[in-house]
């Protein structure tokens, strides 16, 4: 079983709707919680990080935690096509130097 | 704020030849650099942690004489892909850690360099 577990999609939605990506780990001990979105052939862009369980917004984005089933969630109202990109979840341990677990990422297509 | 700066962003170049991709923290400090390497299609495979000043902590089963890490100053980290074959060419990405005002140090990423071994 692998650390991260994230859904590689792809995922196509119209222009307009609600996403919803997740992500899914096994090591309770992880502390720290990203989403970065990563365009073709570009380094990935970090988008939210939090430490803490619960919701924290951004924009048309939403990332959420919930350290107790040990599942994180990024919401994005109000998709454009400019959305279209992979999304990869990321996690760390609090005494592990930054080292960064990344799910397999998701692959979503905003069509307009 | 929190820019990182990769260069080059291609290279093309033959077999047995060595290639050094640069990584820069332009608007801050980084202690630590981090180099990836990424497949089509996959997720980002941490190669090794680099800390300015002391040796860099390669992952299991990535040869440390095949790539060479310095990090020499506190904004600037070197990987140098050694006598380069066909089965090294990929998409190399770098990270750099920064404080957050919360104590968070999120990995902040240049845009990578596509190594393509003829």
């Known amino acids: 079983q692998k650390e991260v577990e994230q859904d590689p999609g792809p995922l196509s939605v119209p222009e307009g709707a609600i996403v919803s990506l997740n992500c899914t780990y096994s090591n309770s001990a992880f502390q720290y919680f990203m989403w970065y979105r990563q365009y073709s052939r570009k380094g990935p862009e970090l988008l939210m990080y939090t430490y803490s369980s619960g919701n924290k917004e951004d924009g048309r984005f939403t990332a959420q935690v919930d350290k107790s089933s040990k599942y994180i969630s990024l919401f994005i109202r109000d998709s454009q096509p400019s959305d279209s990109a992979t999304y990869l979840c990321a996690m760390s341990l609090y005494n592990q130097g930054g080292k960064l677990i990344f799910g397999q990422g998701t692959e979503l297509s905003v069509k307009p | 704020g929190a820019v990182v700066s990769q260069h080059p962003s291609r290279v093309i170049c033959k077999s047995g030849t060595s290639v050094k991709i640069e990584c820069r923290s332009l608007?801050?400090?980084?202690?630590?650099m981090f180099w990836y390497r990424q497949f089509p299609k996959q997720s980002l495979m941490l190669m090794a942690t680099s800390n300015e000043g002391s040796k860099a902590t390669y992952e299991q089963g990535v040869e440390k004489d095949k790539f060479l890490i310095n990090h020499a100053s506190l904004t600037l980290s070197t990987l140098t892909v050694t006598s380069a074959h066909p089965e090294d060419s990929s998409f190399y990405i770098c990270?750099?850690?920064?404080?957050?005002?919360?104590?968070?140090?999120?990995?902040?990423f240049g845009d990578g360099t596509r190594l393509s071994i003829l």
């Open positions: 990270s750099a850690r920064v404080l957050t005002g919360t104590g968070v140090r999120p990995q902040h």
């Open positions: 608007d801050f400090q980084a202690t630590t």
